[in-house]
T-cell receptor
Framework: KAGVTQTPRYLIKTRGQQVTLSCSPI?????VSWYQQTPGQGLQFLFE???????NKGNFPGRFSGRQFSNSRSEMNVSTLELGDSALYLC??????????????FGPGTRLTVL | AQKITQTQPGMFVQEKEAVTLDCTYD???????LFWYKQPSSGEMIFLIY??????QNATEGRYSLNFQKARKSANLVISASQLGDSAMYFC???????????FGKGTRLHILP
């Protein structure tokens, strides 16, 4: 079974531009979460989508948005990029069972550099 | 207060030795889950082990075991017989009340020396 895929793997943008990152979950997984990883702030939760609906949201400004499609693929968008948005953006998918926990499987990440 | 505290920013360990990575957590929820992830230099997060707050036994997965001390709010990761491939960043994390949002600690960078 293929793992979580993220495209593109690397991206360079300039301040003020916008960017869209894509995540394809493991087949059958309907929950997709996004995380931002920076050296200063570490790993921070951005948002989670399940069945095309945002279920949970982290503490990020409105410039960060996302969506999920009917095939569970998800995109996140960052508008009006700032230097501080340079980060590794990780996507994770899970099955969302009724079991004790929902293991999240992470993709390789998209490394965004804002110049 | 930090939800997850990892007090060891970096560690150097000789190959084949056991290593303990410290993790303390802060939550008022009765139902929570504790995770350890490994992040090699490639960037991908690799799930290692999970401990539920109601689990009475310490979790084990191969060379990984989780030393869960609930009263002390401690969830240390023990890696037995370390290998060179264990060199990576290790993150302790928590989910609370069946929320899928994972809250990560700052991580510990582990270096295994030949």
């Amino acid at each position: 079974k293929a793992g979580v895929t993220q495209t593109p793997r690397y991206l360079i943008k300039t301040r003020g531009q916008q960017v869209t990152l894509s995540c394809s979950p493991i087949s059958g997984h309907r929950s997709v979460s996004w995380y931002q990883q920076t050296p200063g702030q570490g790993l921070q939760f951005l948002f989670e989508y399940f069945s095309e609906t945002q279920r949970n949201k982290g503490n990020f400004p409105g410039r960060f948005s996302g969506r999920q499609f009917s095939n569970s693929r998800s995109e996140m968008n960052v508008s009006t990029l700032e230097l501080g948005d340079s980060a590794l953006y990780l996507c994770a998918s899970s099955l969302l069972t009724s079991g004790s926990y929902n293991e999240q499987f992470f993709g390789p990440g998209t490394r965004l550099t804002v110049l | 207060a930090q939800k997850i505290t990892q007090t060891q920013p970096g560690m150097f360990v000789q190959e084949k030795e056991a290593v303990t990575l410290d993790c303390t957590y802060d939550t008022s929820d009765q139902s929570y889950g504790l995770f350890w992830y490994k992040q090699p230099s490639s960037g991908e997060m690799i799930f290692l082990i999970y401990q539920g707050s109601y689990d009475e036994q310490n979790a084990t997965e191969g060379r990984y075991s989780l030393n869960f001390q609930k009263a002390r709010k401690s969830a240390n990761l023990v890696i037995s017989a370390s290998q060179l491939g264990d060199s990576a960043m290790y993150f302790c994390a928590i989910t609370e009340n069946r929320d899928d949002k994972i809250i990560f600690g700052k991580g510990t960078r582990l270096h295994i020396l030949p």
